[in-house]
């Protein structure tokens, strides 16, 4: 479904991806972990398209990534929450439905509307929403034209308990549903609940990429624990 091949991405002088190669097959839920500044969003936003790459090649579901097809597949939830401003809540979703060609969206949107309780703020503007709000209303745009892949990028920041709570509920679901996800947090505890796979990425490299059980093979350390050791400076 994904295939990142030799991804380096230079911020002026410096390397913020050094040649990174992954992929995720269809169905999987990858957690991308790492410090601050590790270069998650960077790596997220370089396949999406949002940032030009340096070098390396991305194809999502066999299409280079920034091709009309692999458009069709894919949602990305940002890290900061962007909405029009003079759009409502419920035009949010009727715009990004039309725009994918989703038919049946009224009764979709109730239901996403309902969950993360902005039914009484459907028709509040977009500039007139908090910043969880405005995280809401991104979750629910991208679910709603129902896609193979998602990228989320730390989804839970923003967001209420209940909406959290509902949001790992639905990653279960699209879990289920088959779809794959690459999801970036701090929250190690979801990854490990949820992932199939965890990818830690440290000063731009991936420095572990393998299945929780598998990190831990031969260790008593916690997930939490692992992470804490692979991201270390060795002068630390
Ligand atoms: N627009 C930019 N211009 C210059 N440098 C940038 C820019 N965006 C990110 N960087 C640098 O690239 C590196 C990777 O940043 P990135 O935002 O990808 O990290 P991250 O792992 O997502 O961090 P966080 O957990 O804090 O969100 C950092 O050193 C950061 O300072």
Request: hydrophobic letters at 40%; glycine letters at 8%.
């Amino acid at each position: 479904m994904l295939e990142v091949n030799g991804l380096v991405k230079r911020y002026g002088d410096q390397e913020a991806l050094k040649n990174i190669s992954f992929s995720l097959a269809g169905g999987e839920v990858v957690g991308l972990l790492g410090p601050n500044g590790a270069g998650k969003s960077t790596t997220i936003k370089c396949i999406v398209g949002l940032l030009r790459k340096n070098s390396g090649d991305i194809l999502i579901g066999g299409y280079d990534h920034q091709s009309i097809e692999a458009k069709k597949i894919f949602s990305y939830i940002p890290e900061t929450p962007h909405v029009y401003d003079l759009l409502t809540v419920q035009e949010h979703l009727q715009f990004v439905s039309q725009a994918y060609y989703v038919t049946d969206w009224q009764l979709k949107a109730e239901r996403y509307l309902e969950l993360y309780d902005l039914i009484d703020k459907k028709d509040k503007l977009g500039r007139d929403l908090s910043k969880g709000m405005r995280q809401k209303v991104s979750i629910c745009c991208a679910l709603i034209c129902d896609p193979q892949l998602l990228f989320f990028d730390e989804p839970m920041i923003g967001l209420d308990p209940k909406a959290i709570k509902h949001t790992k509920m639905l990653f279960k679901e699209l879990k289920e549903d088959g779809k794959t996800i690459l999801v970036s947090t701090h929250m190690i505890d979801s990854v490990e609940s949820l992932a199939d796979r965890v990818m830690i990425m440290k000063d731009g490299n991936i420095v572990g990429n393998d299945t929780v059980p598998n990190l831990k093979a031969n260790s008593d350390a916690s997930l939490e624990d692992l992470f804490l050791e692979m991201t270390s400076d060795s002068d630390e």
